[in-house]
């Protein structure tokens, strides 16, 4: 690991990638962190391809349960209420 | 607990049935999402969210409101999930050293080979970049390109899996996602920093295979 103000490594970046995501890097660190993106590639492209990732698994499709599993709940909601 | 959750909770004990029907429309979704990214199947993952509603109905007059209701539920699904994913998987043997990166505090984010050495030009800078996604929003929204998320989040520690499907595949907030597993806020960032670069790591290796046909 590199000394505070020295420039940042690509190793060092991606392991910061989240606290700057989350927005949990504090004004020094953010600065050499985004010093360091404005001039890797590399770095670009990662940062990019979590974006991606996030934006992506948050749009997995959301399915619910099937009708006969529903029906069934409801059965046993009924069940519950007669017996308490 | 807020005034929407009392409401919804007095009309549940009182046995009204559209609260219940709503309640199950419109939670079952996102139960659906975490429990499947912790058991084999989808068949499995439906059983999972039903015993949970279950689960949810004989504990609800113990209740004690101290967290928010859906809190309390993603709470019970996830306890269900685990001991079923423990079941199912009774065959494998437990790793040892899977435990041990059960946080993850040590695990780079990244494989190391991928940066240059000491002796390299740049030490510490990419030595094999990441290269960028051709056309990624269709591309990751493929049937191969979910399966291979879900497949790296079923893959991961349980609880990097549950902070994962909590934040990411159900979008809800860092504090959500720490009331529920009872984690620190700066320990629910740590696993979700893992989980995210394994489950980045593992589309890249899909695409790669997916550009290459």
Redesign the interface.
Known sequence: M?AVGAQM????M??L???YL?G?LGGPQRARFEAHLAI????Q??L???R?????????P?????AA??E???Q???A??RD? | MDQGDERLLRALRSGDETAFTTVVEDYSPLLLRIALAHVPSRAVAEEVVQETWLAVLRGIDAFEGRSALRTWIIGILLNTARSRGARERRTLPLSFLRRRAENGWDEPAVDPHRFQGRRGERPGWWAAPPERWEEPAERLARDGARTAMIEAIRGLPPRQRDVIAIRDLCGYSAEEACDALGVSEANQRVLLHRARAKVRAALEQHVKEDVAG
């Open positions: 590199s490594t690509c190793r060092e991606v392991e990638v989240t606290d989350e949990r890797c590639p590399g770095c492209a990662y990019e391809q979590m991606q990732t996030l934006h992506a698994l948050g749009r997995i959301e399915e619910t349960l099937p599993a529903r069934e709940l409801l046993a909601f009924r519950w209420k308490r």
